[in-house]
Every structure is written in structure tokens, then in C-alpha cells.
């Protein structure tokens, strides 16, 4: 079964600094999907990056990008010039390429201090 | 991009009555549809696989008879809660695929008094 491991309950950067939020995963596929959610104090789910398996070029969104080590099957998250509303819940997933369901990593919460 | 709504976002009923949530794809079609349920400061757990025209598929240790999933169109899902009881008292987020993506609703908060 594919799992997938978030190791850092709880994170904290100050305004403008950078952050990493860490996430491995354990699969015996060749073709999957890892995500980064995003989850505000309203819940709402909001997808922040995805990386496919197949590309060995991380994924960049902005202020977000991916350090994917697909050997180590590790997956994390970077945030440059973090702002307040960066705060949130972190959620690392996977999808194989098949099967349409997302495994989620138990989540990080991100705090964000002046 | 896609949208996914969910109703209501917030429900209150009597221990024993039965809830209905409805979860619908605003702009496209969903053929798959998925119900998590998330308990305070924890992940999403996934509950059932909703097909459109099938059964739905439920993960080990959810009671398929007391979460009934409904999946009539391609644009909506429906999660009934029956003879509901306190520690049903959770919030249920739908999600929908579309391509490789998921979009979720914005989830229902349930308590059961």
C-alpha cells in the first residue's frame, strides 16, 4: 500500500524568510502524481503545486517549488519570501496514474511570525 | 479552473435523524467522486469511491449502510449520514477528479447533538 509520510507535525518561518516542509512516500509504481495542498483556517482545500513522476524537472509555482528525489521517493515543499497567509495545514499526497484517489500525509502546520 | 461545490457547509441535527450532503461539479463532468471525512487538527481519510451509474466503493472500516453514497449524474454525489449520532460529528469534504487533478468542495461541518 502506498503511504505517504509528512515528519513535521508543526512549522515556523518569519515573514520573507524561506521554508522547506518535508514529505516521503513509499510506492512500488513507476507512474504517479505528488501534490501539495494548501488548507486555510476555512478548510477549503487549494492546491498549491504537482509534480509527475516521470518529469525530473521540479515543479515551480511562483513562490513555490519542489525538491523531488525520486529515488529516495522524498517529495518536499519550498516556500521563498513567505507572507502571513502562508499560514495554513500542508497537506503532501499521491495518486498512481491509474487510480483517481489521493493518499494524504498526516499535514504540517505552517506558522508564519512577523 | 474547476469548481466543486458542496452543501450545506454547516448542519446541525438531532442524534437518530439522517443528513444529507451534496457534492457537485459546477463545470464539468465528474465521472468520480470521492468523500473524506477529517477529524480536528488530523488528515483527510477517505470514505467511498463514488462511481456515476455504480455502487460505491468503500474503504475497510467505513459502514457503507450508515454513509450512504449516492452518484445519479455526472455532476452530483450525495453523502447521507444515517441515524446519526454524536461521533458522527465530524467534517466531510467531497472532492471531484478532473484529468489527473482533484478539486475539492468546501466541505460540511457536522454535528450531531
Known amino acids: 500500500a502506498q503511504t505517504v509520510t509528512q515528519s513535521q507535525p508543526e512549522m515556523s518561518v518569519q515573514e520573507a524568510e524561506t521554508v522547506t516542509l518535508s514529505c516521503t512516500y513509499d510506492?512500488?509504481?513507476?507512474?504517479?502524481?505528488l501534490f501539495w495542498y494548501k488548507q486555510p483556517p476555512s478548510r477549503q482545500m487549494i492546491l498549491v503545486i504537482r509534480?509527475?513522476?516521470?518529469?525530473?524537472q521540479n515543479a515551480t509555482e511562483n513562490r513555490f517549488s519542489v525538491n523531488f528525489q525520486k529515488a529516495a521517493k522524498s517529495f518536499s515543499l519550498k516556500i521563498s519570501d513567505s507572507q502571513l497567509g502562508d499560514a495554513a495545514m500542508y497537506f503532501c499526497?499521491?495518486?498512481?496514474?491509474?487510480?483517481?484517489?489521493?493518499?494524504f500525509g498526516t499535514g504540517t502546520r505552517l506558522q508564519v511570525t512577523l | 479552473g474547476a469548481v466543486v461545490s458542496q452543501h450545506p457547509s454547516r448542519v446541525i441535527c438531532k442524534s437518530g435523524t439522517s443528513v444529507k450532503i451534496e457534492c457537485r461539479s459546477l463545470?464539468?463532468?465528474?465521472?468520480?467522486m470521492f468523500w473524506y471525512r477529517q477529524f480536528p487538527k488530523q488528515s483527510l481519510m477517505l470514505m467511498a469511491t463514488?462511481?456515476?451509474?455504480?455502487?460505491?466503493?468503500?474503504e475497510q472500516g467505513v459502514e457503507k449502510d450508515k454513509f450512504l453514497i449516492n452518484h445519479a449524474s455526472l455532476t452530483l454525489s450525495t453523502l447521507t449520514v444515517t441515524s446519526a449520532h454524536p461521533e458522527d460529528s465530524s467534517f466531510y469534504i467531497c472532492?471531484?477528479?478532473?484529468?489527473?487533478?482533484?478539486?475539492f468542495g468546501q466541505g460540511t461541518r457536522l454535528t450531531v447533538v
Open positions: 472532492s471531484a477528479s478532473f484529468g489527473t487533478e482533484a478539486f
Open positions: 510506492t512500488s509504481e513507476s507512474d504517479y502524481y
Open positions: 509534480q509527475e513522476a516521470y518529469k525530473q
Open positions: 499526497a499521491y495518486r498512481t496514474g491509474t487510480a483517481s484517489k489521493l493518499t
Open positions: 463545470d464539468f463532468q465528474a465521472t468520480t
Open positions: 463514488s462511481n456515476e451509474g455504480s455502487k460505491a466503493t468503500y
